[in-house]
């Protein structure tokens, strides 16, 4: 069987799952995974924070009457999984139920050509050192810079007692860089990431081009002014700034929410949503990017689903558990941290597809207003619609032109009123990584679009 | 000595075997329950065992690490192999070392709650239906509550060094909280109710339901407040996250690397004679509280900020040596995963002599800021500035007023701290940045960017 190796055996499985049905339940399910990783960090131009580890375990589930009983458990020797099967039906009260015998499947994984763990640890710490060294000649102002490595390979398998049985083998690779501008007493900070469900050769192609990034984000900062405060036209910068639309829309759209009645575009299924200009995704087979699987964390095949058309609601992102309660199909977005957690809607890459205006149009359009080239993060309420993203490149627009720079922004706003004031979104477009938390899950999201232009929204300042 | 600390004694023996200088393990196993209710149904009930090491291995100035989940001989082994491993790609650092041993640590008593285990799973499922249906019965406009969680833990904690630092604890820790939705004219308005205790008796669920509805009922009918400066109360559970951002940056690692806006400000005056900020380690009530820090060193009390002045920095080992300070205990990590850094135990703001109506009505015109959000995103670690998104209601004629969304507050760490004009009487411990005690906050002034 591809993807999973040795991880779950057969017999083992249905073994498992026949004990975790003994109490009664009407779906049973095992998750077993084994994860590796080694991250390292330079600092003052020295390699530190070397860390490496490698973690193995199951989680058993058993759905009863609406309640999951969930249990894990470190390691996968067949008494590690057989006592988590116990645990999660230990509280059930029912006559045993029979999983069905199990068809393997082997779906294939995201290629990797050069597997990290491969690698010599010291051209890790080489590609390190690449870094520092880009983002200290970037300037004599720059007075510090750091960057990471990490790489992490997790493999699952997955069996249910609907006689699935599959698995995947994940490879992550991911560099940051961040920059510390100082002059005088003036302070600033300037961050850049490299990531995807790739190997090492994500890094063939000049990976200290981001250090460069991140320094020339932190001196352009010195000249900053304080940003402005109040309504007005802002426009948001492609790759990262698609975590406006993550925020404002991806998880509102994440079936959990809806169906607790916790999320605005509740019931607003088929209706219009936002101009006809704007067309949405999410996808999980994007090849190579940060927020692809070849399976989401319940065996089912990640998809291309499309979220918005041209401006109505169409689809929201569901995993087994809301699609049965919804009775439409999976979307492959059932998605957990690791075998410690219960699987639970997830966005995977989530991106605006691009449209018919020119970034400088967009740009040319605003009498006064401001540019969000990217952002240090977002939060979002899903249920009153309530958002807010960090603002960690961002200029002054004044007369069709871009003029200063500004720190310490931060756009406020909510979602439905941002989502149908988007009045232009621009032909150029490309991915960024991010890692997503929710219900205290970090899964790694892509975000995308090309430039996108919001006719008013609240940007908070310290300015006038 | 238990079966963890003999554990991580081997992984500390496999290392110097293996060609570590000093090496240092933290094992930890731990018992964990979580209940998630929904609509008077419980939707999930978990129950988990975890169990593994973190090993930290020195080659001279050199530093490595190393974690899994096999404990077993050869799982041992491997572990100790790649923390080795580690500290041969890492480069040299003078002030890097294994911390030795510094006399026996406090006992400190009332740690763990053995009545956790009499509270079969039944037990806390109903407990915390109880929270929803408290926020449910408390006000009429509650529709719906989220989600309503309990979560309860009992852990061990075993640390040994070839240096001879280390010990071995337990403890125990649980927490119950909601997110109630209300009904209001313009959508809903969501609240957030939480306690937190040593054992599920010790919980008041009706209390922690009743807060989230009075949270999110209160909310009903908000709107944007008008751009402007003027004096902010900050709740508790906001003055939490802004008090874990000042132990960010008193931690000796940011300040020695210049990335703190406290950097070279030891002994000067950074807060109002208002603001005063102890590190606690070792007291009762705190959930950070242990006799000893992640790399088994001795926790302690701190003055961080008194009489507005800046007292001391946290230190961990390395810290301490590089500075040419003592460690004061704060070594932390987010378990066996992650080497130790320096981090804050309990932060504990002394409490003012004013009562929250007090300082409302000290205030006179201005802000009650009850949530924020975006401060991953929103505050700059090196020089402290922020703008965060907020909510709250407005104070008028030093009374609470009307309700107020979407808008952001904006300063600086320090320039905050010295806008402190008066900390109230009724501290609460908040799980948020961290485990802090911390009592309402009155800011003389701060700009507010609304519509």
New interface residues.
């Given amino acids: 069987m591809s993807g999973n190796g040795d991880l779950l055996d057969a017999a083992v499985a249905e073994r498992v799952l026949s004990r975790a049905l003994s109490r009664g339940g009407e779906f049973a399910e095992v998750f077993a995974e084994r994860r590796g990783g080694l991250t390292m960090a330079i600092d003052e131009s020295r390699i530190e924070s070397v860390q490496s580890g490698a973690e193995e375990g199951a989680g058993v589930r058993v759905l009863s009457g609406g309640t999951t009983y969930f249990a894990h458990v470190d390691g996968l020797e067949p008494a590690d999984l057989e006592r988590a099967a116990e645990e999660a039906a230990a509280a059930l009260r029912g006559g045993a139920a029979e999983p069905r015998p199990l068809r393997a499947e082997a779906p294939s994984p995201q290629p990797i050509e050069r597997r990290p763990g491969e690698v010599a640890t010291e051209r890790k710490a080489e590609l390190l050192r690449e870094l520092d060294e880009r983002a200290r000649s970037a300037g004599a102002e720059i007075a510090q810079a750091m960057a990471s490595y990490g790489e992490a390979r997790r493999q699952v398998a997955i069996a249910n007692s609907e006689g699935l049985l599959s698995g995947d083998d994940r490879t992550r690779v991911r560099i940051g860089a961040q920059a510390v501008a100082r002059r005088g007493d003036r302070v600033e900070t300037g961050a850049e990431t490299l990531g995807a469900h790739r190997g090492f050769e994500l890094f063939d192609d000049d990976p200290a081009a981001i250090a460069a990034a991140a320094a020339r984000k932190a001196l352009t900062l010195l000249d900053a002014g304080p940003a402005p405060t109040g309504s007005m036209p802002v426009v948001v910068g492609g790759g990262f700034g698609g975590v406006l639309f993550h925020e404002m829309t991806g998880h509102g759209l994440e079936a959990d929410h809806v169906q607790k009645g916790a999320s605005v575009y509740g019931g607003k299924l088929g209706e219009s949503v936002a101009r006809p200009l704007l067309t949405a995704y999410d996808d999980g087979r994007m090849p190579g990017e940060w927020g692809s699987d070849a399976i989401d964390d319940e065996g089912a095949p990640t998809q291309k689903t499309r979220l918005i058309d041209e401006g109505r609601l169409v689809a929201y992102l569901h995993d087994r558990q809301s699609a049965a309660r919804d009775g439409v199909a999976a979307t492959g977005n059932g998605r957990r941290e690791s075998f410690r957690h219960l699987p639970i809607p997830r966005m995977t890459n989530t991106y605006i597809a691009p449209g018919d205006a020119a970034p400088e149009a967009i740009i040319g359009d605003v009498e006064k207003g401001f540019y969000a080239v990217s952002f240090a993060g977002g939060q979002v309420d899903p249920a009153t619609g309530d958002f807010v993203f960090g603002v960690n490149e961002g200029y002054l627009i004044e007369g069709g032109a871009v003029t200063r720079p500004c720190r310490g922004a931060t756009l406020v706003g909510n979602c439905l009123q941002a989502l149908a004031a988007i009045d232009a979104v621009g032909d150029d477009f490309w991915m960024k990584t991010g890692i997503c938390g929710k219900g205290g899950q970090k899964v790694p999201v892509g975000t995308g679009q090309g430039h996108v232009r919001i006719a008013s929204m609240t940007v908070g300042g310290t300015g006038e | 000595m238990s079966e963890l600390a003999e554990l991580a004694r081997r992984a500390v023996e496999q290392a110097v075997g293996g060609g570590a200088g000093d090496a240092e393990a933290y094992a930890s196993e731990a018992e964990n329950r979580e209940v998630r209710v929904?609509?008077g149904?419980?939707?999930?009930?978990?129950?988990?065992?975890?169990?593994?090491i973190?090993l930290r291995a020195w080659i001279g100035g050199r530093?490595?690490?190393?974690?899994?989940?096999?404990l077993s001989p050869r799982g041992i082994a491997?572990?100790a192999g790649?923390?080795v491993?580690?500290?041969r790609?890492?480069?040299?650092?003078e002030f890097a070392a294994a911390p030795e041993a510094r006399g026996e640590p406090d006992a400190v008593v009332g740690l763990s709650d053995p009545s956790r285990s009499d509270w079969p799973?039944?037990r806390i499922a109903e407990l915390t239906l109880a929270v929803e249906r408290s926020a449910l019965e408390s006000d009429r406009r509650i529709?719906?509550v989220?989600?309503a969680v309990y979560f309860d833990s009992a852990e061990r904690v075993a640390i040994a060094s070839s240096a001879g630092a280390g010990g071995e604890y337990e403890t125990t820790s649980c927490y119950a909280y909601l997110?109630a939705?209300a009904d209001g004219a313009n959508?809903?308005?969501?609240g957030l109710g939480f306690g937190l205790a040593r054992g599920p008796a010790a919980l008041d669920p009706v209390a922690i339901g009743r807060e989230g509805a009075e949270r999110a009922a209160e909310?009903i009918g908000s709107a944007?407040p008008k751009?402007r400066s003027c004096a902010v109360v900050l709740d508790p559970t906001v003055a939490a996250s802004f008090v874990g951002l000042l132990g960010r940056a008193a931690g000796a690692d940011a300040v020695q690397?210049?990335?703190s806006p406290l950097a070279a400000r030891l002994g000067e005056e950074v807060a109002s004679g208002a603001f005063e900020l102890h590190d606690d380690g070792l007291d009762p009530a705190g959930f950070a509280t242990a006799p000893i820090d992640a790399e088994g060193v001795p926790r302690r009390r701190t003055a961080l900020i008194e009489e507005g002045r800046l007292r001391t920095l946290l230190h961990d080992s390395y810290t301490a040596r590089r500075g040419g300070a003592a460690s004061t205990g704060s070594a932390g990590r987010s378990g066996y995963?992650?080497?130790p850094v320096v981090s804050a135990s309990n932060l504990v703001v002394a409490p003012g002599s004013q009562s929250l109506e007090g300082l409302l009505g000290e205030a006179g015109e201005g802000i009650y800021v009850n949530d924020v959000?975006?401060l991953?995103?929103?505050?700059?670690p090196?020089?402290g500035?922020?703008?965060?998104?907020a909510?709250g209601r407005a104070i008028r004629g030093g009374e609470r007023g009307e309700p107020l969304?979407?808008?952001?507050?904006?300063?600086d760490l320090v320039s905050m701290l010295r806008a402190v004009r008066a900390a109230g009487s009724e501290p609460r411990w908040v799980p948020f940045g961290g485990s802090v005690s911390v009592p309402p906050l009155l800011i003389e002034e701060m700009?507010v960017?609304?519509?």
């Fill in positions: 929904h609509g149904e419980v939707e999930s009930l978990t129950a988990a065992t975890q169990r593994g973190g530093v490595g690490y190393g974690f899994g989940t096999d491997a572990i790649r923390a491993e580690a500290a790609v890492a480069d040299e650092d799973a039944r529709a719906a989220e989600q997110q939705l959508g809903r308005e969501t909310m944007k751009s690397r210049g990335r995963r992650s080497m959000a975006g991953h995103s929103g505050v700059n090196v020089t500035v922020f703008s965060v998104g909510s969304r979407e808008f952001t507050i904006a300063s700009a960017s609304g519509s």
